[in-house]
């Protein structure tokens, strides 16, 4: 394996753990301040 690939590797694994803590702290915050109706459909990703 070539260290690009290992490290394109890398990067793509750091991007998606980024995109879901984001997702996540959304979604808790749509609970804390609205129904309970939204933080399900923010947990569907609709």
Known sequence: ???DHFFN???AIFLIHL???IK???C???KR???DL???RCW???
């Open 19 to 21: 995109f879901l803590a």
């Open 9 to 11: 590797f890398i990067v």
């Open 44 to 46: 569907k990703g609709e």
């Open 1 to 3: 394996v070539r260290k």
């Open 24 to 26: 996540i702290h959304s």
């Open 33 to 35: 301040n609205s129904r």
């Open 38 to 40: 939204d933080s399900k």
């Open 28 to 30: 808790n915050d749509l």
